[in-house]
């Protein structure tokens, strides 16, 4: 039984600590919308998720109402448009035209995103898969809720080098289709190793083909309430911060569980996962680098910085999957830079670089996130960074994944603003030294010798 005390401390969290539900989403599969007439196929697309999700958002928020908890997001997750279009798609414009049409359903319904404009070529492309990904610019610059995400490597296939080296160039020519909104269709779009079926947050969110046909997953937030915590026992030893860690954890998750099992039983709609990410928001005191920095660093970046977030991101998960009945997606800390205040003001004080970052996704939930790096970076050097995030994932059988945005026009020392959750940034420095040679190589690099398990 619930009682007063953790009623009113969980209304505590809510109303002091930025607690939240950060998103509902509704995953839906297309596959039986596709269809050999473009025309017919976006048609049964839009009338499929319409029909689906008419109610979700008002669900969502009646959810908020009566429980008080605040439900930031309600989004949707389809099945990869990679996988869809192939019968109808001659064309990079047939593909866009898929992705407008999902941007009318989204609007139609009233989500804030919709993602699984995707493509899943961890071993190889398909000509369909090609057409998708080079329609990504485009599709990015003619919508606005659409999110799109290619998956370029697995620890079961090793990394299509291929791929990788075409994302770069995709990532760049997205900047410059979008350079009027400070090259924001970037924030859009996410390249992932080992991305998962059921991962409820954007822009990485698709619903996985070994899914139900309409499932939800929540996804829920709290680092504020974390950090919070672990003020109490400042000074403590790492028994007592991991077992503190671990309580606020499981409490924040009962949150997202909640919440899950509501919008299942009203929407009429199996209950997939919680994914039970602390993911950030540049609202003061909802940072993950505030956390590390109460665990005891001067600044994010510094000495012991991965250490700290390797105990935090683990013990998030060991709390938050007991108070669950199933937790999936990403699930433990994100270091998103634009959406994280400490994170930022360790990038300005010269604390964190984007070598550190990339260390410090050894031990988190995903990788490179919301870092904005200068206009006239090469199409090479995004690929290779690309590759190296798809490295550490295959090699640590983990998710990780690359969200840089090159702001065209704009170079180190100045910044960017998003707006919203999205936040600002500066532009952060790259590697300046070539990988050229590296990414023209071609063809793919094989799985790891632990890949092989059966």
Do not use: W
């Not at 939240?20 to 697309?45: A, F, H, P, Q």
């Not at 009233?110 to 090609?130: C, D, H, Q, R, W």
């Not at 997205?174 to 970037?186: F, W, Y």
């Not at 997202?256 to 709609?269: C, D, F, H, T």
Request: proline share 4%; net charge negative; charged share 20%.
């Amino acid at each position: 039984m619930i009682n007063i005390f953790e009623v009113n401390e969980t209304n505590k969290m809510i109303e002091q600590e930025n607690l939240d539900v950060r998103t509902i989403t509704m995953g839906i599969s297309l596959l039986d919308c596709i269809d050999s007439d473009l025309e017919t196929m976006n048609r049964k697309i839009y009338d499929k998720i319409t029909t689906r999700a008419r109610d979700l958002v008002s669900t969502g928020e009646k959810i908020s109402m009566e429980y008080g908890i605040p439900i930031v997001n309600k989004r949707i997750s389809v099945t990869p448009i990679g996988l869809i279009g192939g019968a109808a798609c001659k064309s990079s414009e047939d593909f866009v035209s898929i992705a407008r049409t999902l941007d009318e359903a989204a609007k139609k319904v009233g989500v804030n995103f919709i993602g699984g404009y995707t493509a899943l070529v961890s071993k190889g492309m398909t000509p369909a898969e090609e057409l998708l990904i080079r329609s990504i610019p485009q599709a990015l610059a003619v919508t606005e809720r659409v999110c799109s995400s290619v998956n370029v490597g697995s620890t079961k296939t090793g990394i299509d080098m291929d791929a990788v080296k075409v994302m770069g160039e995709i990532v760049l020519e997205t900047a410059k289709a979008t350079r009027e909104q400070d090259s924001l269709g970037c924030a859009k779009l996410v390249v992932f190793c080992n991305a998962p079926d059921d991962n409820p947050f954007m822009a990485g969110a698709f619903h996985g083909v070994t899914e139900a046909d309409c499932i939800i997953n929540v996804g829920v937030s709290g680092p504020g309430v974390v950090k919070t915590a672990l003020k109490e026992v400042r000074g403590a030893d790492f028994e007592t911060l991991c077992e503190t860690i671990k309580r606020t954890a499981f409490k924040v998750t009962r949150v997202g569980q909640l919440v899950a099992q509501e919008a299942s039983k009203r929407l009429n709609v199996p209950f997939g996962i919680v994914d039970l990410s602390l993911a950030p928001t540049p609202a003061i005191g909802d940072s993950v680098a505030e956390i590390l920095e109460e665990i005891g660093l001067e600044r994010v970046g510094a000495p012991g910085t991965t250490a700290a977030l390797a105990l935090l991101n683990d013990q998030v998960k060991k709390g938050g999957v007991m108070a669950a009945t199933a937790v999936g997606g990403l699930s433990g800390a994100f270091i998103p830079v634009s959406e994280d205040q400490g994170m930022i003001d360790a990038v300005n004080a010269g604390a964190l670089t984007i070598e550190k970052l990339e260390a410090m996704t050894c031990v988190c939930s995903v990788g490179l996130d919301m870092i904005a790096i200068p206009g006239d970076t090469k199409a090479s050097t995004i690929a290779g960074i690309i590759a190296d995030e798809a490295a550490i994932g295959m090699v640590n059988q983990k998710t990780t994944a690359v969200r840089v945005i090159p702001v065209i026009g704009k170079g180190v020392g100045e910044t960017v603003e998003f707006g919203g959750l999205l936040g600002y940034a500066p532009i952060m420095p790259v590697n300046q030294f070539s990988c050229d040679a590296f990414v023209e190589r071609g063809g793919r690099i094989p799985a790891p010798i632990h890949s092989f398990k059966n």
